[in-house]
T-cell receptor, first 111, second 112 residues
Framework: KAGVTQTPRYLIKTRGQQVTLSCSPI?????VSWYQQTPGQGLQFLFE???????NKGNFPGRFSGRQFSNSRSEMNVSTLELGDSALYLC??????????FGQGTRLTVV | QQQVKQSPQSLIVQKGGISIINCAYE??????FPWYQQFPGKGPALLIA?????SEKKEGRFTISFNKSAKQFSLHIMDSQPGDSATYFC???????????FGRGTSLIVHP
């Protein structure tokens, strides 16, 4: 059974640009959550999608947005990038109520 | 506001020793407490979890101890091995939410 796949693995962007990250969940999983991981703040919840609808949202500015497609794949978008957005972005998928399985993450560096 | 406080931030243990990581929570609605293990370049993976109706859960060398009245729980790694070197996160989740709240992580190094 294939795990959660995140692409790309690494990204370097310039301040002010926007970026889109992709997540393909485990087959059959309908819930996709996104987290930002930084050394100082640990794992911070961004948002969760279930069957194409945002079900939960964390405390991040509106520059962070996401969506989920009918095949459960999800994308996360960050607009007007800031230096502080440099982080590892993790995607996790689950059946909806059970345990979440994480991908390897996308390492975003903003310069 | 940090709902799950984890300590220590880093831990160095000799091979064969016991590693202990502690977490404390505020929200009494939390009813599921997982621990995750993360190796460099990988995402976190569920290691072991406990519900508050038991005070201890053991899986191999890994044990969770849970103190409901103190709102604290801890991970004990017995006979620590160099392969256990990783970052460990505690988390807590309530029944009404499927989204866990994570501690800030503990970087464990086990020296051979």
């Amino acid at each position: 059974k294939a795990g959660v796949t995140q692409t790309p693995r690494y990204l370097i962007k310039t301040r002010g640009q926007q970026v889109t990250l992709s997540c393909s969940p485990i087959s059959g999983h309908r819930s996709v959550s996104w987290y930002q991981q930084t050394p100082g703040q640990g794992l911070q919840f961004l948002f969760e999608y279930f069957s194409e609808t945002q079900r939960n949202k964390g405390n991040f500015p509106g520059r962070f947005s996401g969506r989920q497609f009918s095949n459960s794949r999800s994308e996360m978008n960050v607009s007007t990038l800031e230096l502080g957005d440099s982080a590892l972005y993790l995607c996790a998928s689950s059946l909806g109520q059970g345990e979440a399985f994480f991908g390897q993450g996308t390492r975003l560096t903003v310069v | 506001q940090q709902q799950v406080k984890q300590s220590p931030q880093s831990l160095i243990v000799q091979k064969g020793g016991i590693s202990i990581i502690n977490c404390a929570y505020e929200n009494t609605a939390f009813d599921y407490f997982p621990w995750y293990q993360q190796f460099p370049g990988k995402g976190p993976a569920l290691l072991i979890a406990i519900r508050p109706d038991v005070s201890e859960k053991k899986e191999g060398r890994f044990t969770i101890s849970f103190n409901k009245s103190a709102k604290q729980f801890s991970l004990h790694i017995m006979d620590s091995q160099p392969g256990d070197s990783a970052t460990y996160f505690c988390a807590a989740r309530s029944g009404g939410s499927y989204i866990p709240t994570f501690g800030r992580g503990t970087s464990l190094i086990v020296h051979p």
